[in-house]
């Protein structure tokens, strides 16, 4: 059964840091990685997938690597700013029979502050 | 562009009620959709998988008699709670396995 643990669950960082989070699984037979983000009482907005033949993927300050002989991933977040301010989540993506079916980590909660 | 409706967006009820969320694929079928739960400050937790036409898969743990799912057709699922006590208050969201696409969640408050 795949689990899938974030680290740190929660982080408050001061405006324009760098910072990376966490994510590590169990089962390196995903089919693909996503991250997501969640404002407060809000859905998901996907950021970035990574599909099981690709390292990382990148979006504006976005970039996310995926290293499944280890079973990490890790979202770099470049230049923070307070609107980065939310819940990240990483899924891993089942394949085979359990083909799109998602496994999610607790969640970092991220603070930016001005 | 492909998308996945939900509704409602939040709801309160009464407890012993029941409350039916739907979620609709728009222009594309969705042969298979993934319902999730979020319990306030906690990650999402898989309940079911419901494919078209047939009955739904439920995770352990999962109540199937308190928790219908109904897939009747390829742009139709629908998740009712049944006798909803105030436990049963979370966040629920859809996600079709064609395209990976969410709905918006509905939010769900039993009093």
């Known amino acids: 059964k795949q689990e899938v643990t974030q680290i740190p669950a929660a982080l408050s960082v001061p405006e324009g840091e760098n910072l990376v989070l966490n994510c590590s699984f169990t089962d390196s037979a995903i089919y693909n990685l996503q991250w997501f983000r969640q404002d407060p009482g809000k859905g998901l907005t996907s950021l970035l997938l990574i599909q099981s033949s690709q390292r990382e993927q990148t979006s504006g300050r976005l970039n996310a690597s995926l290293d499944k002989s280890s079973g990490r991933s890790t979202l770099y977040i470049a230049a923070s700013q307070p609107g980065d301010s939310a819940t990240y989540l990483c899924a891993g993506i089942a394949g085979g029979t359990s083909y799109g079916k998602l496994t999610f980590g607790q969640g970092t909660i991220l603070t930016v502050h001005p | 562009g492909a998308v996945v409706s939900q509704h409602p967006s939040w709801v309160i009820c009464k407890s012993g009620t029941s409350v039916k969320i739907e979620c609709r694929s728009l222009?594309?079928?969705?042969?298979?959709m993934f319902w999730y739960r979020q319990f306030p400050k906690q990650s999402l937790m898989l309940m079911a998988t419901s494919n078209e036409g047939s009955k739904a898969t439920y995770e352990q743990g999962v109540e199937k008699d308190k928790f219908l799912i109904n897939h009747a057709s390829l742009t139709l699922s629908t998740l009712t709670v049944t006798s909803a006590h105030p436990e049963d208050s979370s966040f629920y969201i859809c996600r079709a396995r064609e395209g990976g696409f969410f709905g918006q969640g509905t939010r769900l408050t039993v009093v």
């Open positions: 222009d594309f079928q969705a042969t298979t």
